[in-house]
């Protein structure tokens, strides 16, 4: 059964910054794909940033593009999302998925090729 388990959100700053971890269990990288996905309050999720084992492809939504850092440790089992100059519009409920890779590429993350989800992880940037 795969598991995941989200954590590291909290409150900072604008400017600041924050690392989000995802513990998994029963999956491997290998022939699957990872992401971070959000959602704000009154708005729809989004992804935010996702890699596929097909090929490396790596994605991130435009507003997170050089302040955000996905990876993913394969000794550890832990998918990790590195947050710099963090802004008020970063506030979300953060989520990690996995899934398969064909849904990922670098120009998108579908969420519904995101079969397993951790609970999400709460990030609040403010002053």
């Known amino acids: 059964e795969v598991q995941l388990q989200a954590s590291g959100g909290g409150s900072v700053q604008p400017g600041g910054s924050l690392e989000l971890s995802c513990a998994t269990s029963g999956f491997t990288f290998n022939g699957h794909s990872i992401g971070w996905f959000r959602q704000a309050p009154g708005k729809e999720r989004e992804g935010v940033s996702c890699?596929?084992?097909?090929?490396?492809?790596?994605y991130y939504t435009d507003s997170v593009k050089g302040r955000f850092t996905i990876s993913y440790d394969n000794a550890k089992n832990t998918m990790s999302l590195q947050m710099n100059s963090l802004k008020p519009e970063d506030t979300a409920v953060y989520y990690c998925a996995t899934g398969r890779p064909q849904y990922v590429s670098r120009f998108y993350c579908r969420e519904y090729g995101m079969d397993y989800w951790g609970k999400g992880t709460q990030v609040t940037v403010s002053s």
């Open positions: 890699i596929s084992s097909f090929d490396g492809s790596t």
